[in-house]
């Protein structure tokens, strides 16, 4: 049996709590991007030069372990519990890379001299990647509980599943709209 089937077609996967969570989180972060481009458009120059001095390998690396956690956690809801555990587990692999990778990449940043007070660019930078860690960190929790769960016989064990999967899509969303932000267009 796997992890999907057990959800009615009343409910969203995850439950509705989950998506107005999601959907409060989807809103602040627009708040975020609003902020953000109200603040580039007045110094199209500032960002444009600041965004030169990141590295894009940190970021398609970033943007590959996010994209292939997303898969697996989708992966996994079509699983027999066994397989889907483990395709949980390395969903939550895959953040904890990206973490250690961000972590090293805010280390290479430092080291060079760029911090929240360096500009308006490297504050925006470090407070919406941040906020974005952060989110990171809960969802890769969630993955684990999840892959704990689906061996477990815990009656809320496929809710648990569809929430972990809806989450880390978000925060694959939120990358996404990070990544061009300040890699591609600065």
Same mark, same amino acid.
């Given at each position: 049996?796997?992890?999907? +089937?057990?959800?009615?077609?009343?409910? /969203? /996967?995850?439950?509705? *709590? %989950?998506?107005?969570?999601?959907?409060?989180? $989807?809103?602040?972060?627009?708040?975020?991007?609003?902020?953000?481009?109200?603040?580039? +458009?007045?110094?199209?120059?500032?960002?444009?030069?600041?965004?030169?001095?990141?590295? /894009?390998?940190?970021?398609?690396?970033?943007? %590959?372990? $996010?994209?292939?956690?997303?898969?697996?956690?989708?992966?996994?809801?079509?699983?027999?519990?066994?397989?889907?555990?483990?395709?949980?587990?390395?969903?939550?692999?895959?953040?904890? #890379?990206?973490?250690?990778?961000?972590?090293?990449?805010? !280390?290479?940043?430092?080291?060079?001299?760029?911090?929240?007070?360096?500009?308006?660019?490297?504050?925006? @930078?470090?407070?919406?990647?941040?906020?974005?860690?952060?989110?990171? #960190? %809960?969802?890769?929790?969630?993955?684990?509980? *999840?892959?704990?769960? $689906?061996?477990?016989?815990?009656?809320?064990?496929?809710?648990?599943?569809?929430?972990?999967?809806?989450?880390?899509? &978000?925060?694959? &969303?939120?990358?996404?709209?990070?990544? /061009?932000?300040? @890699?591609?267009? !600065?």
């Amino acid at each position: 049996m796997n992890v999907e +089937n057990t959800r009615t077609l009343s409910s /969203p /996967p995850g439950g509705l *709590a %989950l998506w107005i969570f999601i959907t409060l989180e $989807l809103l602040t972060f627009a708040g975020f991007f609003l902020a953000y481009a109200l603040v580039r +458009n007045e110094n199209p120059a500032l960002f444009h030069e600041s965004s030169q001095h990141l590295i /894009p390998n940190f970021a398609m690396a970033h943007t %590959l372990l $996010l994209i292939t956690g997303s898969f697996l956690a989708a992966r996994a809801l079509r699983l027999e519990r066994t397989k889907a555990s483990q395709s949980f587990l390395l969903a939550a692999l895959c953040g904890g #890379i990206f973490l250690i990778l961000k972590i090293v990449e805010y !280390g290479v940043d430092i080291s060079a001299g760029f911090t929240t007070t360096t500009n308006l660019f490297f504050f925006s @930078y470090y407070f919406l990647t941040f906020a974005h860690f952060l989110h990171v #960190i %809960l969802g890769v929790v969630f993955l684990v509980i *999840a892959s704990r769960r $689906l061996l477990s016989d815990h009656p809320e064990r496929h809710l648990i599943a569809n929430s972990a999967a809806s989450y880390w899509h &978000l925060v694959d &969303l939120i990358w996404l709209i990070l990544f /061009p932000l300040f @890699y591609v267009t !600065g």
